[in-house]
């Protein structure tokens, strides 16, 4: 709710201003509408960002579809939250690397949470070709985890547990490592 509220004084502050509201702040608000479970305000939200025709970035264009996908993914509307995802993958073909890679965990985990897994395969390979220092490891956990789904449904068991301890040592020494810098910064120096 809270979340929610700050956005719309994001939105409020940028028109007094004679700002055009931004594809972050619209996506963002969208985020924390479908987790109210509010997808007919967060899609009239997005079309009316749609009927306004801003110029806004291939990044934006993308992150608009993905948001497009997620509301009629909601609505149980899978056709065309599948055309929408595809889309987002179209637009990312033209950014960086990065949005590639959201791109496709996004809609590998679209297929994966409707049992689609032949379709997940393909984007969840292409994951895992990216090189390590290009993907960011909470998103390697993720596809560590769908490829283990995946796997699982298909009843191939040697890999699922192979990607599932792949999910599980990256899980862990992640948070290793957040435990390691949350007890440095609470250490006193002893020396400056």
């Excluded at 959201?102 to 409707?114: G, H, S």
């Amino acid at each position: 709710d809270k979340s929610k509220e700050y956005h719309r004084q994001s939105a409020a502050i940028s028109q007094q201003k004679g700002e055009l509201l931004s594809v972050g702040i619209t996506r963002r608000m969208t985020v924390a509408l479908l987790k109210q479970g509010q997808v007919q305000e967060a899609l009239l939200l997005l079309n009316d960002l749609v009927e306004k025709k801003l110029l806004c970035s291939i990044e934006d264009k993308m992150y608009i579809a993905q948001s497009l996908g997620s509301c009629y993914n909601a609505l149980k509307q899978y056709g065309l939250a599948e055309k929408y995802y595809l889309e987002s993958i179209a637009w990312s073909q033209q950014a960086p690397l990065r949005f590639q890679v959201l791109a496709y965990q996004r809609i590998a985990q679209f297929y994966i949470t409707n049992a689609r897994y032949s379709r997940a395969e393909p984007y969840l390979k292409l994951l895992l070709s990216v090189p390590r220092q290009q993907i960011l490891p909470n998103y390697l956990i993720e596809v560590y985890l769908m490829r283990f789904k995946v796997d699982s449904a298909r009843h191939n068991y040697p890999e699922a547990i192979r990607h599932y301890q792949q999910y599980k040592a990256l899980e862990d020494s992640i948070y290793n490592e957040t435990k390691s810098r949350q007890m440095l910064a609470g250490t006193p120096r002893l020396f400056r």
